[in-house]
T-cell receptor
Framework: GDSVTQMEGPVTLSEEAFLTINCTYTATGYPSLFWYVQYPGEGLQLLLKATKADDKGSNKGFEATYRKETTSFHLEKGSVQVSDSAVYFCALFNQAGTALIFGKGTTLSVSS | GAVVSQHPSWVICKSGTSVKIECRSLDFQATTMFWYRQFPKQSLMLMATSNEGSKATYEQGVEKDKFLINHASLTLSTLTVTSAHPEDSSFYIC??????????FGPGTRLTVL
């Protein structure tokens, strides 16, 4: 079945460092791909998405490109801030397009 | 974005009792609501999908008699964990969407069964 694999954390960075969180997926066809972020004490929020191959989703300085050749959707940010500390989830829509399938989440901790 | 609330945010109960968790969409009509369960350092596992006024559709392996879901209105869904046991301790998260729009997530409810 469909599944998402993302790198295990925690990821600990200094402010202004470059961030990459890897995400790969297994799915039938070409599902829409998402990154969600969960700040402490809050619900998951959609960070960015891409709906077809080679699409690049971007938001708040974060970017991810839908790579069908490598079935990947890695999250990147050029310069992280302390306020980016959160848990990041990679996800895809199931084949029916009715439900999200999540990776395990990666905790990012940024220190000043 | 739209807001989804959950109540309570944290509940502790004795083994054998039942616990109800509420999920509300505060500023939109949630035609579909989803219930997830999250174990420590694990991904969110979809438990069930419910459409307003219809019976919930449960994912394989989820006991529908143990996890009762009611979606009686366009702004409220409830999850009742019946005869809770320590292995039911977990973080329960709901999400809601209107039509096929974006899903919005609640902050989650931590259930601890003693």
């Amino acid at each position: 079945g469909d599944s998402v694999t993302q790198m295990e954390g925690p990821v600990t960075l200094s402010e202004e460092a470059f961030l990459t969180i890897n995400c790969t997926y297994t799915a039938t066809g070409y599902p829409s791909l998402f990154w969600y972020v969960q700040y402490p004490g809050e619900g998951l929020q959609l960070l960015l998405k891409a709906t077809k191959a080679d699409d690049k989703g971007s938001n708040k300085g974060f970017e991810a490109t839908y790579r069908k050749e490598t079935t990947s959707f890695h999250l990147e940010k050029g310069s992280v801030q302390v306020s980016d500390s959160a848990v990041y989830f990679c996800a895809l829509f199931n084949q029916a397009g009715t439900a999200l399938i999540f990776g395990k989440g990666t905790t990012l901790s940024v220190s000043s | 974005g739209a807001v989804v609330s959950q109540h309570p945010s944290w509940v502790i109960c004795k083994s054998g009792t039942s616990v109800k968790i509420e999920c509300r969409s505060l500023d939109f009509q949630a035609t579909t609501m989803f219930w997830y369960r999250q174990f420590p350092k694990q991904s969110l596992m979809l438990m069930a999908t419910s459409n307003e006024g219809s019976k919930a559709t449960y994912e394989q392996g989820v006991e529908k008699d143990k996890f009762l879901i009611n979606h009686a209105s366009l702004t409220l869904s409830t999850l009742t964990v019946t005869s809770a046991h320590p292995e039911d301790s977990s973080f329960y998260i709901c999400s809601a969407r209107e039509g096929r729009e974006e899903q919005f997530f609640g902050p989650g409810t931590r259930l601890t069964v003693l």
